[in-house]
């Protein structure tokens, strides 16, 4: 799973656990990695397992074949952290929030030197972050494609907290 | 295309060659119809009613003028177009001899005027329809509204005639009669001549007249017109508020109120059982009030984030996509109301993004009166769908711990949602049956308990709960609520340092949910009403029809549809001020009287306010030696307020000579004083008590059994023979033992 974070926000995970108001820490349940302090983690003991739907924030999953995702409730946490980010036109925000890759067409900016297939997160241009995903191609050939070619894959979208709402659990 | 017989359709006008030749359906249509009406004969009964109509056309007239009478001469034919649309509304009202009769007088002057520029010399402020047509037409012709009001009469007139020779006349006279009874002013009994005096008096309803019975089991059969409910619901009311000036001689209220109830349900399709509990909530002209209030949606209202954004950041944003939003009140700095809007408020990128959530206003106050601070701990019992948990977590900047519970997995996942959405990480989120809770985990320092309840408050969202709540669901709902808020005081810690605080909300406006269950939770354990903090609302009651509350339930708070435009809701505030929970106090006194006592002792205790003693089967006092420990044990030290009158007068009773009495006493006589009130106490308490007083019954001598079956059939207060009688039982007793 950190190699998955990593993918993302580099080696800024420590300061995922270490935060000056406290340690927080990644717990495994039911199959999901939950990120929570230490305070809420004893509380939450007390609590039966069977009942228990969720600590904190959910970051991800793991699959049937123990692969990692990261779901888009962890984007809060990615954001601030976030080496390589990509900022989306305001036309293509909504087919990105749809769940459909971005084209070259929609790519307002993105930072230097990304490499292929990095993990990205995704920005609007009013600097909301909408999700994330993988670069397709490196910055330099982004600017030398088509513009109907996919720059990034997309991965997770805040739009899906209304699409698949009940996924997040 | 067809030409609109609308008259408030606008004919074409200005400059434009048909403009000016083309005037309308209305003004062709008059041109022959009023041929068609020249040569018609008054029928015998037409010809009674003209007589009729000379004599009392005066006094209506008279009384229209002030209202909206013409001010002229002509105001004597001439009636004001409002009167089309009560003829419209009562298509019972098919004679349409007298209409045709009217309608000659009108027709006669409109034939001798020039049909082109028909003058009117008559003023028609008031109405409506001509007003539009004053400017519909040139210079010359200002003067054919009044006659175009009236020629669609005709129109219309021949319409209905032509359905009425289909169907049956002599049962629409009969309807006639009975709306013409209602709206009439009449001191006489009528006969269908009166007909003609309906229309001129339309617009008075001095004296409503209830229809008599057969009338209205009639009715019953015939489909009644929504318009004529709603006007006789309107008259209902108007004499209902001034009775003694307008009732009818010989009618009661109660047939008034019968009248009304039953329209009430027709007109807005309620279920009897709940219009009778509105009655019995709201005044009269407060109940139509809220009956309309809930026929519409309250406004949609959003509540800023302020762990994401501004709610002036929001608020730019959301008006660049096209929303018209205004803030919300003063009472609150994070609430906006939406007006309309071009997008989905529930789909825009500041909502994915966390920036605001779609809560209802009402749902602001519980959390508003909790005020959770940063780094306590927080219970919400009934989490779903997690508008409240986001606005606590976000009062306490994600500090602290937030437990979101909630029985229903299916809705937990929206909380999940909701919570990950917006950026909460201080919460834990649980499935549990709320009644399980001071089990589970206690020891919080404040506790939410949004109740689920019947929904009364909420009949605009979900016009379901019109026709299917009845007295199982509100006592249903409301046991569930009474184990809750036990459930939740349990929860909190009362020595904690910054808290010990409970809200009780419900979204319901039924006495029985409300002060009901926050007057149970005041006797049973050690809490009391504090100030919630919410400026506005009306107060909670603290008596309500037989039932009397503790006084500080006026601490509490109701909001109303149609008086602050949010959903119906009740916000009460506890603070817990020990964590014991009060047990039995009467162990020590009486002991020998009793097993039976117990029972009765116990109930009764439970029915004196200030007691905060559990229920139990252990209590063994009389009612005076209860009374009295409760006494001691009141800590709020307000006056003692009984339940029921029944109560106090037994208690006086209890108070005098008998006490020496009663605390000899075997059994028998007290029994037989505190069982029959114990027995509608318990009867209030849900039950539980009930069972606990037959089980507790140690000693099943069948004098007791008697007394028992005697006990259910008593009534509440025990009038001044029966108290002689049974003290000379009692003394007999005593002699005999």
New interface residues.
Partial sequence: MFEKLSKYIGENIKLLIDRP?GTYCFRLHNDRVY???E??LK??T???RD????????FGKFTKTQKFRLH??AL?FLAPYAKFKVWVKPGS?QSF?YGNHIMKSGLGRITENTSQYQGVVVY?M?D???GFGVAAKTTQECRKVDPMAIVVFHQAD??E??RS??T?? | MGRKLDPSMRVKRGPGRKARKQKGAETELSKFLVDDEGPKKLSSRGRKRAVKRTQVTKKPKQEEKPKKGFSDENSEWLKPAQRKRKIEECEEDEDSDSQWEEEEDDDDVVKDLDHKGIVKDIDDDDDDDDEEMVDDYGADEGDEQDSDGEELLPIEKAARKQKKQTSMKPESDDDDDDDDEEEEKKDLKEDEEEEDTVQANIDETEQFKLPAAADRAKEGLLLMDLQTIHQRIKDNVDVLSHFSEKREEGKERSEYLSLLRSDLCTYYSYNPFLISKLMDLFSLSELIDFLEANEIHRPVTIRTNTLKTRRRDLAQALINRGVNLDPLGKWSKTGLVIYDSSVPIGATPEYLAGQYMLQGASSFLPVMALSPQEGESVLDMSAAPGGKTTYMAQLMRNTGMIVANDANAERLKSVVGNIHRLGVTNAVICNYDGRQFPKVMGGFDRVLLDAPCSGTGVISKDPAVKTNKDEADILRSAHLQKELILSAIDSVNADSSTGGYLVYSTCSIMVEENEWVVDYALKKRNVKLVPAGLDFGKEGFTRFKERRFHPSLKLSRRFYPHSHNMDGFFVAKLKKLSNTIPTAVKETENEEESTKMETAASSEQIQKPESKEQKPASTKAKSNMGKKLKLKQNKSGTPIITKKAGVKSENKKSDGPKKAKIAKLDGKTSKKVEKPVKKQKVKELNGDSTKEVVKEKKKGSQFEKKNIMKKKNLKKRMGKNKFKKLKNILGQDESGQ
């Fill in positions: 108001d990120y929570m302090s305070k809420i509380l939450a007390n609590i039966s009942k228990l739907v969720s600590v904190g924030t959910c888009i409730t809060d925000e929030l609007s009013s909301v972050p909408l805040i739009g907290y209304i709402e009940d997040l659990t």
